[in-house]
C-alpha cells in the first residue's frame, strides 16, 4: 500500500515550483520561433524589390520556413527523449541563428530559401517541440493556465516585434533587421539552459537534476526493470522499447480524427499571417498601420492564450475543452470569410482582435487537447506528430495564396480558402467527436441490457428494478 502512495507522488507533478521558469523558458521560446516567423511576411515587399520576384516566389520563403519547424518536429522530439530536452534547444538555437546571420548575406533569393528557410526553421523545430513538452511534464492541475502562459509568447512577441522589425528595416535595411534578429533568438540557448530534467521526490517534491532522467527526469518502471541487465544489453533493450511504443497513441481513433483536423487547419490558420500585411497595404493603409495591425493581432493573441487557459482550467469547463478548441476554430475561419469586405484601417481593427483572440485560444489547447487525448506519457512524441501535420500544409498554402493573387489580382480567394479550410477542420473533429460520443452512450446502453437479467438472477428483482 505505502509502495503504491510512493510510486503515484512519484508521478505526480509539482504544478509549480521550478515549473514556472520552465514556464517562462517555453515562453521566449514561442517569441524566439513562431513571433519571429510571423514576422518574415513584414521582410516580402523588400525581397521583392531586391530580388525583383513576385508574391509566389517570396512566400516560399515564409513556407519554408514553417514547413520545415513542422515537418522537423518529431526530430526535435526524439532528440528530447533520447538526451535531453535542454541538448535539443541549445542545438536548435545555435542552428536558427546562425540561419538568420547567413541570411543577412544572402544575395538571391534561393540562398535565402536554404538559410531562412531551412536552416532557421530546422533550428526552430529542435526547440519548438522539447520546450513545449517540458512545460506538460511539470504541471497537472494548472496545466491549460501554464500552456496559455507559456504559448502566449508568439503573441507578444509578434506585438513587439512587428513594429520593431519594420523599423530596424527602415533604419538598418533589411539585412540589418535579420543580423538584430539572429543576435536576439541566440537567447534560445540560455533558455535550453535553464530546462532543467524534473525529478521528484517521494513526497511529490520536485528535487536536483539527475544525469539519467532525460525524458523529464522522471524514472519509468521499465528502467527499473532493466536494471539488473548488462549496461551495453539494458541500452540496446531500453531503446527497442521506446521505439516500439513510444508511437503506439497513431492508432487511436481520437487521435486520427485530431490528425485530420490539424491538416485542415494547417491549410488555414497561416495565409492570414503572411497575407494581412500586404492585403492592408493594398487597402491603401500605409506601413506602419499595416505593422500596427500585426500588433493588435499579437497583442489580443495573448489574451486567448491567457483566458482561455485558465477558463478550461476551471472544473465547470474541462469537459469541454474539446468543444471550446472547435469553437475557437470556426470563428477563425469566420473571421477570415469576412475579409474581403473590410477595405480600411478602421475595419481591418476589429479583424485582427477577433482573429488574434481566438488563434490565441486554439493554440493554447492544441497541446492540452493532445494530451487529453494521449495522455502525458506519450506528450512529447504526440505533439512532435501533430506539428509535423502542420508542414505539408504550410508548405503549400502561402503560395497557393500567393498564385491566388497573382492570378485574380485581389486577396479573396485566398482569404476565403483560409476560412473554408478552418471552418472545415472544426466540422471535422466536432462530427468524430459526435460519433465517439454516440458510440460510447450506445456501448453503455447495451452492455446495462445485457448485465439486467444476470443482476436480477443475483440480487433479485426488487432491488434491480
Not at 541563428?97 to 536552416?119: A, D, K, P, V, W
Request: net charge neutral; glycine share 10%; charged share 10%.
Amino acid at each position: 500500500m505505502a509502495e503504491g502512495k510512493r510510486k503515484r507522488n512519484r508521478a505526480s507533478p509539482p504544478d509549480g515550483g521550478w515549473g514556472w521558469v520552465i514556464v517562462g523558458c517555453c515562453f521566449m521560446v514561442t517569441v524566439c520561433t513562431r513571433a519571429v516567423t510571423r514576422c518574415i511576411s513584414i521582410f516580402f515587399v523588400e525581397f521583392q524589390a531586391q530580388f525583383g520576384a513576385d508574391y509566389a516566389a517570396t512566400a516560399w520563403i515564409h513556407s519554408l520556413v514553417d514547413c520545415t519547424t513542422m515537418l522537423c518536429a518529431p526530430l526535435g522530439s526524439l532528440l528530447g527523449n533520447r538526451w535531453s530536452c535542454r541538448a535539443a534547444v541549445i542545438l536548435g538555437g545555435v542552428l536558427s541563428s546562425c540561419g538568420l546571420l547567413l541570411s543577412s548575406f544572402s544575395t538571391s533569393l534561393e540562398l535565402l530559401y536554404f538559410s531562412l528557410g531551412i536552416l532557421t526553421g530546422l533550428g526552430f523545430a529542435l526547440c519548438y517541440t522539447p520546450a513545449i513538452a517540458t512545460v506538460g511534464c511539470y504541471f497537472q492541475q494548472k496545466k491549460a493556465l501554464a500552456y496559455g502562459i507559456a504559448m502566449s509568447g508568439s503573441g507578444i512577441g509578434t506585438f513587439v516585434l512587428a513594429p520593431a522589425v519594420q523599423e530596424l528595416i527602415e533604419l538598418y535595411t533589411w539585412r540589418g533587421a535579420l543580423l538584430v534578429l539572429s543576435a536576439m533568438v541566440s537567447n534560445l540557448c540560455v533558455c535550453g539552459a535553464l530546462l532543467r530534467p524534473l525529478q521528484l521526490t517521494e513526497n511529490g517534491e520536485e528535487g536536483g537534476e539527475s544525469a539519467g532522467e532525460d525524458r523529464c527526469g522522471v524514472g519509468s518502471s521499465k528502467d527499473a526493470e532493466l536494471g539488473a541487465l548488462p549496461s551495453a544489453q539494458r541500452r540496446g533493450l531500453s531503446s527497442y522499447c521506446l521505439s516500439s511504443k513510444e508511437y503506439r497513441f497513431l492508432l487511436l481513433p481520437d487521435f486520427l480524427g485530431l490528425a485530420v483536423s490539424i491538416l485542415l487547419l494547417a491549410s488555414g490558420c497561416s495565409l492570414p499571417f503572411v497575407y494581412l500585411v500586404p492585403y492592408a497595404l493594398s487597402a491603401d493603409v500605409s506601413h506602419q498601420q499595416a505593422a500596427f495591425l500585426m500588433s493588435i493581432l499579437g497583442i489580443v493573441d495573448i489574451v486567448g492564450n491567457v483566458t482561455f487557459g485558465w477558463l478550461t482550467d476551471r472544473r465547470w469547463l474541462k469537459p469541454y475543452r474539446l468543444a471550446c478548441y472547435v469553437f475557437a476554430v470556426a470563428m477563425d475561419g469566420l473571421c477570415c470569410l469576412f475579409t474581403p469586405l473590410l477595405q480600411s484601417f478602421p475595419l481591418l481593427v476589429p479583424f485582427s482582435i477577433l482573429y488574434g483572440y481566438f488563434d490565441g485560444a486554439y493554440v493554447a489547447l492544441i497541446p492540452v487537447v493532445t494530451s487529453d487525448i494521449v495522455g502525458a506519457t506519450y506528450l512529447s512524441s504526440a505533439l512532435g506528430v501533430v506539428f509535423f501535420l502542420h508542414a505539408i500544409p504550410y508548405l503549400i498554402s502561402p503560395p497557393v495564396g500567393g498564385w491566388l493573387v497573382d492570378v485574380t489580382g485581389t486577396y479573396t480567394a485566398t482569404f476565403f480558402l483560409s476560412g473554408v479550410a478552418m471552418l472545415a477542420s472544426a466540422l471535422v473533429l466536432s462530427t468524430i467527436a459526435g460519433f465517439r460520443r454516440c458510440h460510447r452512450q450506445r456501448s453503455a446502453v447495451t452492455m446495462e441490457a445485457e448485465l439486467k437479467p444476470f443482476n436480477k438472477q443475483v440480487l433479485g428483482p426488487a432491488v434491480v428494478s
